[in-house]
């Protein structure tokens, strides 16, 4: 038992717990796709409305950050960020990153009205870097972390799986096989218009670098799911934080692993010098993936970066003693006692 | 402290766990629980700090309320939630200048001096007021812990007695 004032090593602040403040990025990756503009297409929610006190203004973007410094205004305390990313419509996060492969059958109208043919679509969970095909991971023109680790969802609805017999087959969704027509053929498979609605079949004149409104993937329910609905579905990713915030030394973001499987295993995190008072922006590049068809007519993922706008505002309280005196909450730190 | 089990009610015997650092008789001070007894001298410095297994989930001690002294040589009983506000004070509702409040419930810190009057077995038990954070802004109290001036640890101690 101690009899003697150890305050020195509780000065240090080694007891104290830092301030956790987790940072919600919702995307609404469709909408973003579409106008090609991410800004006014993703909302930025945290955990520090409800204590901080701060009027905050809708669209603002802030995180508030609220440190605590000794009585001196040095630093007591530093707070830590964290980000996690979703979209509005993509698969839920708590969805297991190996679920098993899906075989969903669509019917593709045919160039003649008067047939009607069946495209397999096949999607595949998660993350085999075998499977993902064209839609590679693209790197920060920085130079920042490689997103291989993190993986997509692998939908190629340009291509139908090969018989023993070496003619074009296609899974129903019962698991058995139906030989496809001639027309299935994957050398067969033609940019076609928006009126055929054929799969991977995007018009090359789009205002939107080559992508426009053209792809379109009929399922057998008769539902017309656009390339940006398949795209929304694919959760987007923050590729790097940077900016003023992190050129000035405010906070200290990374990149950490998780062996959290459900949520990728990976996470933006940053901690804040709290001694920088004021109103201090940053960037975050947001990556979406945008389902496309190539030259060949195959379908694959083309990554689309994006950049979103945050703000931080720092401020400090000084600590106070809880335990409250008559003329108020105590200050810190204590005299000894006699 | 496990955040998320005491939001959803569950016993504090299974969510809070209190340890100090005295190394004094761990067996009867019901040491990692709720109902902790924390051997004090007069003018110790005590000082009480909150680790949330759930980091992502703020949380405070927002009080430490004492009762009246009283000599107690039995081990306290299991800890209770004695109060349970859906929506508490926050403590940073008021502005200055746009700023937080004077004395917001995050930069409080608990420390202080056991008084140098308290008497030999007395025991000192008190409340933990505790503060989370979100939308409900919900408070709990928990009654149970304590602290005690045990007998001079120069003198011989009695076989039986409670320390």
Same mark, same amino acid.
């Given at each position: 038992m101690r009899l003697f004032d150890d305050r020195a090593a509780n000065l240090a602040g080694d007891q104290e717990s830092n301030m956790q403040i987790s940072i919600i990025v919702v995307v609404d990756a469709a909408a973003t796709l579409e106008q090609t503009? %991410?800004?006014?297409?993703?909302?930025?929610?945290?955990?520090?409305?409800?204590? $901080?006190?701060? /009027?905050?203004?809708a669209g603002e973007k802030t995180t508030h950050v609220c440190g605590v410094c000794n009585a001196d205004g040095s630093q007591a305390e530093e707070a830590v960020l964290n980000w996690l990313v979703t979209g509005v419509s993509s698969v839920p996060p708590t969805l297991p990153r190996n679920f098993p492969d899906l075989q969903i059958t669509s019917p593709v109208p045919p160039p003649?009205?008067?047939?009607? %043919?069946?495209?397999p679509m096949k999607t595949s969970y998660p993350r085999d870097a075998s499977i993902y095909g064209h839609g590679s991971p693209v790197l920060h023109p920085a130079g920042g972390p490689i997103l291989n680790p993190m993986g997509w969802v692998v939908i190629d609805p340009g291509k139908a799986p090969t018989g023993e017999d070496g003619e074009t087959s296609a899974k129903d969704e019962g698991g058995g096989k139906t030989e496809a027509p001639r027309a299935l053929q994957k050398k067969s498979i033609k940019?076609?218009?928006?009126?055929?609605?054929?799969?991977?079949?995007? $018009?090359?004149?789009?205002?939107?670098?080559?992508?426009?409104?053209? %792809?379109? %993937? /009929?399922? $057998?329910?008769?539902?017309?799911? $656009?390339?940006?609905?398949?795209?929304s579905y694919v959760p987007p990713q923050i590729s790097s934080i940077y900016g003023p915030a992190v050129d000035n030394g405010v906070m200290f973001p990374a990149l950490y692993g998780s062996p959290e499987a459900k949520t990728e295993g990976w996470y933006w995190s940053a901690s804040v010098d709290v001694s920088k008072i004021g109103t201090h922006l940053y960037y975050m590049d947001v990556v979406l993936l945008e389902a496309q068809s190539n030259s060949c007519g195959d379908g694959e993922w083309v990554p689309r970066t994006f950049t979103l706008t945050g703000k931080l505002a720092v401020s400090r309280v000084i600590k106070r003693n809880g335990f409250a005196t008559p003329a108020g909450y105590g200050s810190?730190?204590?005299?000894?006692?006699? | 402290m496990d955040v998320i089990a005491l939001l959803a009610n569950q016993n504090p015997e299974k969510a809070v766990f209190l340890f100090d650092d005295s190394p004094a008789d761990p067996i009867h001070r019901k040491r990692g629980t709720a109902s902790l007894r924390?051997?004090?001298? &007069?003018?110790?410095?005590?000082?009480?700090?909150?680790? &949330?297994?759930?980091?992502?989930? #703020?949380? !405070?001690i927002s009080e430490i309320d004492f009762e009246a002294p009283k000599y107690d040589p039995h081990p306290p009983g299991a800890a209770t939630i004695?109060?349970?506000? #859906?929506?508490?004070?926050?403590?940073?509702?008021?502005?200055?200048?746009?700023? #937080?409040?004077?004395? #917001?419930? !995050?930069?409080?810190? !608990?420390?202080?001096y056991a008084p140098l009057c308290i008497t030999p077995g007395s025991v000192y038990a008190y409340r933990l007021g505790l503060q989370f954070g979100g939308l409900s802004g919900r408070t709990i109290s928990l009654e149970g812990p304590s602290l005690f001036f045990p007998p001079s640890p120069f003198a011989g101690i009695p076989p039986g007695a409670v320390v």
């Open positions: 503009f %991410l800004e006014e297409n993703a909302y930025i929610l945290d955990n520090t409305r409800v204590f $901080s006190a701060f /009027h905050d203004e003649s009205e008067t047939t009607t %043919l069946a495209l940019l076609q218009s928006a009126k055929r609605f054929m799969a991977v079949a995007p $018009s090359t004149n789009g205002p939107t670098g080559g992508v426009g409104k053209a %792809l379109t %993937l /009929h399922t $057998s329910q008769d539902e017309h799911i $656009s390339h940006n609905d398949i795209s810190l730190p204590l005299r000894p006692t006699q | 924390s051997p004090v001298y &007069p003018g110790q410095y005590v000082i009480w700090s909150l680790a &949330p297994i759930d980091v992502q989930t #703020p949380v !405070w004695v109060d349970q506000t #859906p929506a508490g004070e926050l403590g940073a509702a008021a502005l200055e200048n746009g700023l #937080p409040a004077f004395n #917001p419930v !995050w930069a409080r810190h !608990w420390e202080g």
